[in-house]
């Protein structure tokens, strides 16, 4: 992290070292300051055209007593019985009482790492994952193994030989089972079940971050890992309305074993004693209402479109040049550069696409080595099937000029 002058003279306490921010996130005001037409393929979230603000306006005019006063820490009793609500229908119920209301994901993968994780601790993640996932274990001092991944998620088997060269178990094991951020792919039920057997021996967490679950366009739906494994406290995971509703809302919640959840509102109360109460109510009374599903049932077909549409315009732009993901939900495709491409620094190349109107995150956000140069993620749910084109289109005139101008180098 670079620091100014002014800052090196503060008494920093020495977990400031470790951060490191989120290229993800700077994304937005690296782009805010920009005034020319850009096609957003950077940050994950839905098309302003994909979020009901009619109805979410609606809900939010109406008054309800109590609304703008403290709530409890564990989250508003009406948005908890929706959230329930909301597992049941999707076939992996849950109760009240495992849940605790959350400031979006991040608070919870957050919290997580503040219960479980001491300097030094080695923290698994995946490669590539999640930017914010890998800063959070870092501020509390994580030692952070990356473990492969191939078009069926996290490579489990791997995981004991790469434990075993570290020369330390794990205390936590990161995860995206499904839509994973940013490859798109879904582990299978058998990967899960020997991830759960390698956790109980390493005495482990499994912090299992599901965005997009309900986000599925096509296939099979895997078991949960609380399905597999009823009420294990090892099983840490957290969820968030920011991908099936609206990021700006900045709900979530944690579904853990209801032994855990003390310990979890009280990591909790010592960050913001609860979460936005009216922010809690709207999104209650949205469910309550019957809109989410409604919501749901406009939009997943939408983003099956969108990807199609992507894929296709990658596909032929690119041929052989380039690789993309084939996810079966959620909002990512990871694209990997070949051939010709394969030299080009997706990093380095970051704002002359930006100058070429088009913004994407580059593969090295993704690791904790900064490995994946020659590849990047796009987001396919923020653009209309027309935008999706003229965005391809722009990034394959960087991509091919930065390599033909290393060619003739």
């Known amino acids: 992290m670079n620091r100014t002058s002014t800052a090196n003279a503060l008494p920093l306490a020495r977990r400031t070292d470790d951060f490191v ?65 909301l597992t049941e229908s999707h ?30 601790d080695v923290v698994i993640v995946e490669g590539p994952t999640y930017t914010n996932a890998n800063a959070t274990a870092l501020s509390y001092g994580a030692r952070l193994l990356e473990a492969p991944t191939d078009n069926h998620g996290l490579v489990v088997d791997a995981l004991p030989d790469l434990v075993r060269f570290a020369g330390a178990t794990p205390k936590l094991i990161y995860c995206i089972p499904n839509f994973q951020n940013p490859s798109g792919t879904t582990m299978p039920a058998h990967r899960r079940e020997r991830l759960l057997e390698l956790a109980e021996r390493w005495n482990a967490v499994i912090v299992d971050d599901d965005p997009y679950g309900v986000l599925r366009f096509e296939g099979e739906r895997q078991p949960t890992f609380h399905e597999l494994s009823p009420n294990n406290p090892r099983i840490v995971s957290t969820r968030t309305f920011s991908k099936i509703l609206a990021p ?6 944690l579904d853990v074993s209801p032994e855990v959840t003390p310990l979890i509102v ?6 913001d004693t609860c979460t936005s109460v009216p922010m809690q109510h709207l999104v209650a009374d949205f469910m309550k209402a019957g809109y989410l599903d409604e919501h749901l049932g406009r939009v997943i077909p939408m983003y099956r479109e969108r ?29 990997a550069l070949k051939n010709q491409l394969s ?25 904790t080595r900064g490995d994946f140069r020659n590849a990047l993620r796009l987001c396919f749910a923020t653009n209309e099937p027309a935008r999706i084109d003229e965005g391809v289109r722009r990034l394959s005139d960087v991509l091919y000029r930065a390599a033909g101008e290393r060619g003739a180098a």
């Open 21 to 85: 921010g989120s290229v993800i996130d700077s994304s937005t005001t690296l782009l805010a300051g920009r005034t020319h037409d850009i096609v957003k393929f950077a940050m994950g979230a839905p098309g302003e055209d994909l979020i009901p603000v009619e109805q979410l306006d609606e809900i939010s005019g109406r008054y309800s007593k109590g609304r703008f006063d403290y709530g409890e820490t564990a989250g508003e009793p009406a948005l908890i019985e929706q959230i329930v609500a």
């Open 91 to 120: 076939g992996f119920p849950t109760s009240g009482d495992r849940i605790t209301v959350t400031g979006g994901a991040m608070q919870g993968l957050d919290i997580a790492c503040k219960l479980f994780v001491n300097p030094g």
């Open 248 to 253: 700006g809302l900045r709900v979530g919640w």
């Open 266 to 271: 009280a990591a909790k109360q010592a960050m």
């Open 307 to 335: 990807r199609d549409r992507m894929r296709t315009a990658l596909a032929s732009t690119f041929g052989d040049d380039a690789v993309a993901t084939d996810p079966s939900g959620g909002f990512f495709l990871w694209l």
């Open 343 to 367: 030299q080009v620094d997706t990093e380095a190349l970051v704002p002359d696409a930006i100058d070429a109107g088009v913004a994407y995150i580059p593969g090295p956000a993704f690791s």
